[in-house]
C-alpha cells in the first residue's frame, strides 16, 4: 500500500485542484453560471486549505524554520489580501464586469502564494522538520477533510442555521425539523 502524503504533499495536492478549477474558469464562458459555480468551488477549497495551513503548517513553520515567525506573518497577509478578494467574487454575479477583474486578481494573487510555498517555504520546513511529524500533520490534515465543512454563504429562505445543526448534530432545532 503506498504511503500517504504528508503534510506538504497534501498541501501541494490542494494546490494542484485549486490550479485545475482556475483552468476550468478560464474555460467558462464569462458571466456563465458555469463560471460562478466553479468561483464557488475555489472560495470553498481555498478555505479549506487556509483553515489547514492555518492549523497545521503555521505551527511547523514557527517551531522548524528559521525566522519561522516572519514567514508566518508574511503567509498570514498573503491570506488576508486573498480572502478580500474572495469576498468581493462572492459579492458580485458572474454577469457584473467586476466579477472577472476580481477573477483574475484571485488567480493572480493565489499562484505567487503558492509559488512562494512551493519554492521557498515547503523546501525550508522538509529540511528541518523531522518526516514523522510532516507525515503526522498530513494525516490531521486528512482527518479535518472527513469533518464537513460550513457552507459558503446562507443558503435561501434563512435555513442555513438549521442546516449546519442536522449536519453536525444530526439534529435540528426545535421548531425547525423537516
Same mark, same amino acid.
Given at each position: 500500500?503506498?504511503?500517504?502524503?504528508?503534510?506538504?504533499?497534501?498541501?501541494? *495536492? !490542494? #494546490?494542484?485542484? =485549486? %490550479?485545475?478549477?482556475?483552468?476550468?474558469?478560464?474555460?467558462?464562458? /464569462?458571466?456563465? &453560471?458555469?463560471?460562478?459555480?466553479?468561483?464557488?468551488?475555489?472560495?470553498?477549497?481555498?478555505?479549506?486549505?487556509?483553515?489547514?495551513?492555518?492549523?497545521?503548517?503555521?505551527?511547523?513553520?514557527?517551531?522548524?524554520?528559521?525566522?519561522?515567525?516572519?514567514?508566518?506573518?508574511?503567509?498570514? *497577509? !498573503? #491570506?488576508?489580501? =486573498? %480572502?478580500?478578494?474572495?469576498?468581493?467574487?462572492?459579492?458580485?454575479? /458572474?454577469?457584473? &464586469?467586476?466579477?472577472?477583474?476580481?477573477?483574475?486578481?484571485?488567480?493572480?494573487?493565489?499562484?505567487?502564494?503558492?509559488?512562494?510555498?512551493?519554492?521557498?517555504?515547503?523546501?525550508?520546513?522538509?529540511?528541518?522538520?523531522?518526516?514523522?511529524?510532516?507525515?503526522?500533520?498530513?494525516?490531521?490534515?486528512?482527518?479535518?477533510?472527513?469533518?464537513?465543512?460550513?457552507?459558503?454563504?446562507?443558503?435561501?429562505?434563512?435555513?442555513?442555521?438549521?442546516?449546519?445543526?442536522?449536519?453536525?448534530?444530526?439534529?435540528?432545532?426545535?421548531?425547525?425539523?423537516?
Amino acid at each position: 500500500m503506498p504511503e500517504r502524503p504528508d503534510l506538504i504533499g497534501e498541501l501541494t *495536492a !490542494d #494546490h494542484r485542484a =485549486i %490550479d485545475a478549477l482556475f483552468d476550468g474558469i478560464r474555460a467558462a464562458a /464569462p458571466g456563465s &453560471p458555469e463560471r460562478k459555480g466553479l468561483a464557488d468551488d475555489v472560495t470553498a477549497r481555498l478555505t479549506r486549505h487556509t483553515e489547514a495551513e492555518e492549523r497545521h503548517l503555521h505551527p511547523a513553520v514557527r517551531r522548524y524554520v528559521a525566522d519561522g515567525s516572519a514567514w508566518v506573518e508574511r503567509e498570514l *497577509a !498573503d #491570506h488576508g489580501r =486573498i %480572502d478580500g478578494i474572495l469576498r468581493e467574487v462572492a459579492d458580485r454575479g /458572474p454577469e457584473d &464586469p467586476l466579477f472577472t477583474r476580481s477573477l483574475v486578481s484571485l488567480v493572480e494573487e493565489v499562484s505567487l502564494h503558492v509559488l512562494e510555498e512551493e519554492e521557498r517555504l515547503f523546501p525550508r520546513l522538509r529540511a528541518v522538520c523531522p518526516p514523522g511529524v510532516l507525515r503526522d500533520l498530513g494525516g490531521r490534515v486528512r482527518a479535518d477533510r472527513r469533518v464537513p465543512a460550513v457552507p459558503v454563504g446562507p443558503p435561501p429562505h434563512g435555513t442555513w442555521g438549521a442546516r449546519l445543526l442536522r449536519a453536525v448534530l444530526g439534529t435540528a432545532p426545535a421548531g425547525r425539523r423537516r
